[in-house]
């Protein structure tokens, strides 16, 4: 079993910055796939980001691209998220993923309220 808390959200205003974080316990999950997902009010749960086992060839939603960053520290566990210039379309639920095959882990969120 893998447990995932997800830190870091909070009340901001557009153009400012945020980072999310994701700490696993349980299983290691260096082995996972990490992705960040969010769900903004009355909207479908979107993909936003997502970081390979090793690290290398990370991609984003298109919303995001060139101002969030997904990154892993497997030595502490913890994927993170770092979001810059944010905007109030930004405002979600955000939710830590971790995957692997056959294993399919969710963290309970961290709301991100982006004000204008």
């Known amino acids: 079993q893998v447990q995932l808390v997800e830190s870091g959200g909070g009340l901001v205003q557009a153009g400012e910055s945020l980072r999310l974080s994701c700490a696993s316990s349980?299983?290691?999950?260096?082995?996972?796939?990490m992705k960040w997902f969010r769900r903004a009010p009355v909207k479908e749960r979107a993909f936003v980001a997502r970081i390979p086992w090793s690290g290398g060839n990370t991609a984003y939603a298109d919303a995001v691209k060139g101002r969030f960053t997904i990154s892993r520290d497997d030595a502490k566990n913890t994927v993170y998220l770092q979001m810059n210039s944010l905007k109030p379309e930004d405002t979600a639920v955000y939710y830590c993923n971790a995957v692997t095959v056959g294993m399919d882990y969710w963290g309970k969120g961290t709301l991100v309220i982006v004000s204008s």
């Open positions: 349980g299983r290691t999950v260096s082995t996972y796939a």
